[in-house]
C-alpha cells in the first residue's frame, strides 16, 4: 500500500476541483467533523522589525484529535527581535463555532477570519499567554511548554444537541458579510503602519494580560496546489491528508496587542491550509516548509514523506513565481528531483536529528534545472514535541518533533540561452542576485532562457552568473539568487533519512 498524490481526473472530478485553478471554496473548512480529522489554517509572517509570527486557527487540538468532537482553538507564537517570545492561545466550545461553506470563514465565538483568494482578515482577541504571571516589558517571556500537551478535553461533555446547533450555523456568516463589516480593504487594518514599540498605543478596552491581533493580509501571487492537493496515504480515498498555499505571498499590516499595549506591524506572510481525515502521525514521516521572497522571484517548497504504512514515498513539491505572482515553475509528473542533506542539528531535548543545509534540483522540461538550497543556522527557538494522542489501543503515544530555523536560502536557475558579453551584480531589498552573461534579453525575466515556464518579467533583478555551452551558439546559464530566510521541519517517524523512494507526482493549478 503506497501513498499517492490524487492526480486523476477521476481525483478533479469526484471532489469538485477545478484542475485549473483554485476557487474561494477550497479555502473553506474541508474536514468532516469525525474521529481522526483535524484541519489548521496558518499564517506566518516576517514582520518588518526583525520578529517572526506565527498565528494558526485550527479545528480540533492536537492531543484530542482522535475525539470525534472538534476542540476549536487559535494559537500564537510571536518571536520578538529582542529574543522574548509571545506565546498565547484561546480554546473555544464547538457551539461557539462556525464555518462557512462557500470561502474562509471560520468564526470562533467573537474571533473572525473571512476572506478570499486575494485578501483575508484576521480579526482575534482574548488569546490568553501561556505565562500570564512573566508579562514584562509588553512581552512573555516563556520556555516551551508544547501547548497541546496534557490538556483535558473540555468539550467532552457537549451534547449532541449542541452539536448539532452549531452544524446548522455553519452559513449563519458568510465571509463576505464579515468583511464587509470590518470595513474592507477599506478598513483601518489595511492603513500604512509603523513598526516597533516607539508608537506604541494602548487599548483600555482590552481584557488585562491578553493578547489579540487585528490583521489584513493582501495576496501578492496566486494561489499555488499540487494537482487536487490531497495525498492519498490509504490508497482508499478515505484516509487523506491535504495540502494547499492560497497565499505564497502576501501583504500583512495592522496591530497586535499585547496586555492593552499595541504595536502596529507591517510584514511579509505566507498562508497555508492543510488537513486530513487521519492523524499527521499516521499519515507523514516528516515534512519541510519554506517560502522566500527574492523581490523579483518567490519559491515555495513543502517536502512531505509518507509514513512507513505507505511506503515512505517522498514528494518534494516546488513552486517558483515572479513578481507578478504570476507561476513560471512546478515540479511535474515528468520531473526529477535530486535531494541531499548537508549538515544535520541533534536536539538534545526531543532527541531528534533534523536537516540544517538541504538542496533540492528540479529538472526543468528545457533541459535545464532548478536548485533550492537551505543552509540553516541557529534554531528560531527550541525544538518542540506535539502530542497528537494515542495509539487506538491506547499502548503508544503519538507525537512530532518541530523545529523552525534561520537560514540563508540559494535559487539558482540554469537554462539555455545564447551568449552576451557582460555582466552585473545588485544587490536588492530581499537578497543578492547574481545573473552570469547568457541571453541578450536577461532582463525579461526569463532567467538566460525559459526556466520551465513563461519567461515572465522579473523587473531586470539579474545579475550576474556562468556560461557552458558546447557550440558558439548553444549556452547555459546560471541565475542566482540569495537572501534570508526561514524553515520549519517537523518528524513524525524515526528520522529525515529513512530509506524512501523519492517520487515526484505533482501538478500545478493557480
Known sequence: MYARLMTDMEDYQARGINPKRMEDWEE????????????????????????????????????????????PYVDLTWLRQ?????????????????????????HYDDCDIAGTLKFIILDIAGLVPDDTEGMEGNAVT?????????????????????????????????????????????SDATAPVTDGEDDAETDDDAAPGTVSVHLTLVSQARPVRPATGILDVGHDGKSCLGWTCPM????????ITVDGKIQRVSATARHTHVWGTVPPTQALNDWMLASQNFGDRTVTLFDATSAAKSGCIRFPIVFVTNKRGNLIYSSTLDTACAEEVGDWYDDPETGQRFPLKVSYTFDTPEGGTIRYTLDGGDPLEAPRTITCGAS????????????????TGTLEV???GRRRAGASVRVTAQGRVTVRPGDANADDGSDGGRAGGSGADNGGETDNYTDSYDGADLHMNTTTRTGHTQFLCA????????????QISTEYAF
Not at 86 to 106: I, K, M, N, Y
Not at 491 to 502: N, R, T
Open 82 to 106: 529582542d529574543g522574548t517570545v509571545v506565546r498565547a492561545r484561546r480554546d473555544f466550545q464547538p457551539v461557539e463555532c462556525t464555518w462557512d461553506e462557500s470561502a474562509l470563514g471560520v
Open 414 to 416: 540554469t537554462a539555455p
Open 142 to 186: 516563556v520556555n516551551d511548554t508544547g501547548a497541546a500537551d496534557g490538556v483535558t478535553d473540555d468539550n467532552a461533555d457537549a451534547t449532541d444537541a449542541e452539536k448539532a446547533d452549531a452544524d446548522t450555523k455553519t452559513t449563519s456568516k458568510t465571509a463576505i458579510e464579515t468583511i464587509t463589516e470590518a470595513g474592507g480593504t477599506d
Open 248 to 255: 505564497p505571498l502576501a501583504a500583512m499590516t495592522g496591530t
Open 28 to 71: 473553506a473548512r474541508r474536514s468532516p467533523h469525525a474521529a481522526g480529522s483535524w484541519e489548521v489554517w496558518d499564517f506566518d509572517a516576517a514582520v518588518d522589525d526583525g520578529s517572526l509570527l506565527r498565528l494558526r486557527v485550527g479545528t480540533k487540538r492536537p492531543d484530542s484529535v482522535r475525539s470525534s468532537k472538534d476542540s
Open 392 to 407: 487506538r489501543l491506547g499502548l503508544k503515544k503519538l507525537s512530532y518533533a518541530l523545529a523552525g530555523f534561520e537560514a
Open 491 to 502: 518528524l513524525a517517524g524515526k528520522g529525515f533519512d529513512v530509506d524512501h523512494a523519492p
